[in-house]
């Protein structure tokens, strides 16, 4: 009897320190691959944007063509090397990336570093008010329908996320700007302040470039009233796109956690549904949710070309809509790596927090 009961304690006392160094040799294994993963990212679309920008043939030409003579043309496409092999040109593109030179622009010689610098706070800014309004449309309907599965609340809410995410962020842009803008006079049409970018960052001490941030830090709620006026039709347009999507994931998993043996028990142990709902069963389903937060970075993005165009907010995307026209191929070969580069970093960090908060989604 003595050897029975001796046998079994020796056991797993000896297994737990094996099972913990597991543990921790899994989170650094994940983060290490997910980093690794970033770089053939960015060069897998770093190649297509440059060699897709080469089929309207050089950069020179097509921005500068018909308006400069043939000789100072050529002159100009050999000074920038657009005259030598292909492949020539991609390997010393990819070493300039390399370096954090990510080249610059032809029509107003601009470094694309520096678009960045000057344009990138004001995009950023928009993809926040963008997510904030996303989360609060997106979570509480997702968890209403949820809760009201099959009822009219779930209905409503599934056919308010397709709507959503149907919708053109153009023509919401539009449509919001005639209803609040035009018509109810609420809200400007466009811009980010009502004074000009030079005038407000003189006015506003220490500014980071996110004007609400440097006027709330300031104390000048006057300018804080008035950014936040002009960013609510441009945040409510980007951001009913991610809700729509945001809604229907925030459903799908509370709808599976309900269901789960632990809030059962907890119902049978008379806890209260409210706190059934939101801890139980909402806390289990927000991994998903933030892991889609990282990949929605990119439809932001994307979305705020659209966005900044029909509201005139001076960010990357309206920038990059600008050298479109200018057909400054060069300049949106540039920004677009550089959101490539972005993109990627943030999906990683969304990988580490994911990783962090639940160790399943750990390889």
């Known amino acids: 009897m003595t050897a029975m009961i001796d046998l079994p304690v020796d056991g797993p006392a000896e297994q737990a320190p094996k099972s913990k160094n597991k543990s921790g040799g899994s989170l650094g294994k994940y983060l290490a691959i997910r980093f690794v993963l970033i770089f053939p990212t960015i060069f897998i679309l770093v190649t297509m944007v440059f060699f897709l920008m080469r089929l309207t043939g050089d950069p020179i030409t097509a921005a500068l063509g018909g308006r400069l003579p043939p000789e100072q043309l050529a002159e100009r496409i050999h000074q920038a090397g657009y005259d030598r092999p292909i492949f020539i040109q991609y390997f010393e593109y990819l070493g300039q990336m390399a370096t954090g030179n990510f080249g610059r622009t032809i029509s107003d010689n601009m470094l694309i570093s520096d678009l960045l610098a000057t344009y990138g706070t004001a995009t950023l800014e928009l993809a926040i008010n963008s997510l904030i309004v996303a989360l609060l449309i997106g979570i509480p309907f997702g968890i209403i329908a949820a809760y009201k599965r099959d009822k009219w609340e779930d209905a409503v809410s599934r056919v308010l996320a397709i709507s959503f995410y149907a919708t053109p962020v153009f023509f919401a842009g539009l449509l919001l700007k005639l209803v609040f803008s035009v018509w109810l006079g609420w809200l400007p049409v466009a811009g980010r302040a009502s004074i000009p970018t030079e005038i407000f960052m003189t006015q506003i001490e220490a500014p980071t470039g996110i004007y609400w941030l440097d006027a709330l830090r300031s104390g000048n709620m006057d300018a804080y009233w008035d950014v936040v006026q002009h960013s609510i039709l441009p ?15 925030v459903r799908t998993n509370v709808i599976g956690t309900l269901g789960k043996d632990y809030v059962e028990a907890g119902r049978s142990r008379g806890v209260s549904e409210y706190r059934l709902l939101t801890r139980h069963a909402f806390k289990p389903a927000l991994i998903p ?9 990119a439809l932001l993005l994307g979305g705020a070309v659209l966005t900044e165009t029909t509201f005139e907010w001076k960010g990357l995307g309206f920038q990059l809509a600008q050298y479109l026209t200018a057909r400054d191929y060069v300049a949106v070969q540039g920004i677009v790596a550089l959101l490539a580069v972005i993109v990627a970093l943030t999906n990683f960090i969304v990988d580490v927090i994911a990783a962090l908060i639940d160790p399943r989604v750990r390889y």
């Open 235 to 249: 945040a409510v347009t980007l951001g009913l796109l991610t809700a729509g999507i945001f809604l229907r994931l």
């Open 289 to 297: 949710i933030i892991t889609v937060m990282g990949l929605q970075i």
